[in-house]
Every structure is written in structure tokens, then in C-alpha cells.
């Protein structure tokens, strides 16, 4: 499947022949689609002279027309090239592989699925543990009143993990009420509308009278950095999660984010935050991300399901109408060869 340009994308057909040397073939059982990252490169306004990933190979390239987009898949290897460990043979795996029925990849490239993980939930594996990052950078303290802005896959995910911490309250803030209501039933005890004319009295309200230590903003909307500046307390902390591409707003950093001591902090879920590196590595960050996938199921956010030729339907929903969905996953039959 491949982004040919603005809001188009065409399900490509190519015949695979068996993996070259130093590669697996892997048939793609199912496949996520990002409401985030990738509605940026459908709309165009992902920036086309930046890297896809820097550290991906299945991501090479810049962000330009066209271009073959897409990280999270789950299958099974059906076939590898001499020398390469015959057990892996049918094993299930999940690969940060763009849409594509079939594909090659080096068996370091790809993660073992556990025998317990369905592959609707393994194919989130990304959503979480983006959601597992945030958290780590985040770094919440015991009875921390935390705000989170965002409730699509991503910010429901960091939701449901925090609200497994002993906090002083959990809010969230989504235009989307059907959002709302999922981050309640995932354990936010409070929910508000960011449209409501009194939202900030709601937000205080929610903390008992004081201003958010942690804001996480996860909307994807650069203008809710104004709204998450002005939710903080005095020295809290604001973990930018959003990747905005080309959109860009005006901020106010003029009034009470100076005398606040309010620090911003960007995460990408690409890297591990320098201060972790002596403990942490993406190995354990993974395992993580698989115990978090087993205790949340986050295949209860699955929305809809669009087989591969429908693909163009998918991204159209997800543009159009995203009251309507939330996590749409692409699905391939046995016999597709789509690319």
C-alpha cells in the first residue's frame, strides 16, 4: 500500500518471490493504522524533506510523495533463506514494517510474539509503548494530580497505565465524548471537555483547588500547549508527547509559564531518555511494553477492521469522521499479495 499524495493511497500489487539472502518472508496477518503519525503523512502535512525513521530499515526514505508508510504488523514467517534459523518457521512475529501483505526482513528485525498475545493486541504494540515511554519520561510521583490531553489510542493507553499508580487524581481532556467515556472506564477520575467555557475551573476542580504536577499532551494539536501551560502548577512538568509535523500555532509563553518554572519535555518513543540509558535499553522497554499489552488488552479500542483493498475507506474514515473510530487495523487473507 502506498501514499501517492494528499488524502490518497492505492493498494499496489507485485509478485514476491522467496526472501534473499539474510531474510525471512513474512505473511502479514493483520496491521494497525496510527490515528497519529500517519493521518500526518495522508493529510501531507508530515514534513517531505524529513527521514521516515532513522532507525527502522523497513522505514527508509524521507516523508515525500510517494511512499510505502506504515509500523505496525503482525503475521507469521513462511518462509526464510539458507542459513537462517529453521525454527523460525510459522513462528509469529511483529515487525515495524509499512502495510503490505507479504514482506522480507531480517529475523533481528522482528519480535516473537508471546504464545499468551493475540495478534489484535500484538499489533498495538507500538501504541504501547509509546504509552509505556511517556509514562517513563513523565516519571509520576506517588499522589500526583496528572492531566492528560488527548484520548485517542495513544493518550488512552498512557491513561490506563497511570491510572494503575497511586495518584492524587487522574483528568483527561478530549473534544470526543465517546473518548471520554473509554478514559473513565480505563480508570481517569475525571474527564472533561476541552470546548466547555468553564474547563479550567473543571480542571482545578478535579485536582481539589491546585494546578496539574504532570501534563502530558497527546492531541496532536500544537494549540493545546496553551491549555497545558495553563493547567500546570508552579514547577510542573509538561511531556510533549504530539508529534504537530507542519502545523504550527502560536503559544503563550509570555504570562505565568516563566514565573512558574514549568519545564516542557519532549518525548519520542525512538529513543530512551538520556538519564535511563545506564538501566534501561529497548530489550526491557519491550518487555515492558508485552506485560503492559497483557494487562491492558488494547484490542478493546479496536473499532473497525478494513480488509487491505479497502484501505483507502480506512484512512478516509479515520480523516473524516474520527468520532467514528479509533483503532482501525487492516486485515489480509491468505491469498492477497497486495503490497
Known amino acids: 500500500m502506498t501514499f501517492v499524495a494528499p488524502r490518497r493511497v492505492e493498494v499496489q500489487h507485485e ?6 539472502p539474510g531474510h525471512v518472508l513474512v505473511r502479514t496477518r493483520v ?29 527508509a526514505g524521507a516523508l515525500d510523495f510517494p511512499l510505502r508508510y506504515g509500523y505496525a504488523a503482525a503475521g507469521a514467517v513462511v518462509d526464510a533463506a539458507p542459513g ?25 528485525a522482528l519480535l516473537l510474539i508471546p504464545d499468551d498475545v493475540s495478534f489484535d493486541d500484538a499489533v498495538m504494540l507500538p501504541s504501547m509503548e509509546t504509552a509505556v515511554n511517556l509514562v517513563m519520561d513523565g516519571a509520576p510521583l506517588l499522589g500526583e494530580n ?7 489510542v495513544v493518550g488512552l493507553l498512557t491513561t490506563a497505565l497511570l491510572a494503575q499508580m497511586p495518584l492524587g487524581g487522574l483528568a483527561t481532556l478530549d473534544a470526543l465524548e465517546a473518548r471520554r467515556r473509554e478514559s473513565l472506564r480505563l480508570g481517569a477520575t475525571a474527564a472533561l471537555d476541552p470546548a466547555a467555557p ?19 499532551e497527546l492531541s496532536g494539536r500544537p494549540e493545546a500547549l496553551d491549555t497545558a501551560i495553563a ?12 508529534w504537530y509535523g507542519t502545523k504550527r500555532a502560536p503559544i503563550d509563553l509570555g504570562g505565568r509559564f516563566h514565573r512558574s518554572r514549568i519545564r516542557l519535555i519532549s518525548s519520542q518513543v525512538t529513543t ?11 530489550r526491557r522497554r519491550f518487555q515492558s511494553a508485552w506485560r503492559m499489552i497483557r494487562r491492558v488488552a488494547p484490542s478493546r479500542l479496536v473499532t473497525g477492521r478494513f480488509a487491505i483493498a479497502d484501505a483507502p475507506a480506512a484512512y478516509a474514515l479515520l480523516d473524516e469522521a474520527p468520532g467514528e473510530a479509533l483503532q482501525v487495523l487492516l486485515t ?8
Do not use: C, N
Request: proline share 6%; net charge negative.
Open 272 to 282: 530512551i531518555a538520556p538519564e535511563l540509558t545506564g538501566r534501561w535499553s529497548k
Open 31 to 59: 496491521s494497525a493504522i496510527s490515528a497519529g503519525t500517519e493521518l500526518l503523512v495522508y493529510r501531507g502535512q508530515a514534513p517531505a524533506d524529513m527521514a521516515a525513521d532513522e532507525v527502522i530499515p523497513g522505514l
Open 231 to 242: 493547567a500546570a502548577g508552579f514547577g510542573a512538568r509538561v511531556v510533549i508527547g504530539s
Open 332 to 339: 489480509y487473507d491468505d491469498a492477497g499479495m497486495a503490497q
Open 84 to 108: 537462517i534459523d529453521p525454527t523460525l518457521g510459522g513462528r509469529r512475529v511483529f515487525a515495524f514494517h509499512p502495510h503490505a501483505s507479504l514482506f522480507q526482513a531480517e529475523p533481528d
Open 15 to 20: 509478485e514476491v518471490s522467496g526472501p534473499t
Open 198 to 216: 468553564d474547563v479550567m475551573d473543571e480542571i482545578a476542580e478535579a485536582f481539589d483547588g491546585q494546578g496539574a504536577d504532570l501534563v502530558f
Open 146 to 152: 496528572i492531566l492528560v490531553i488527548g484520548q485517542g
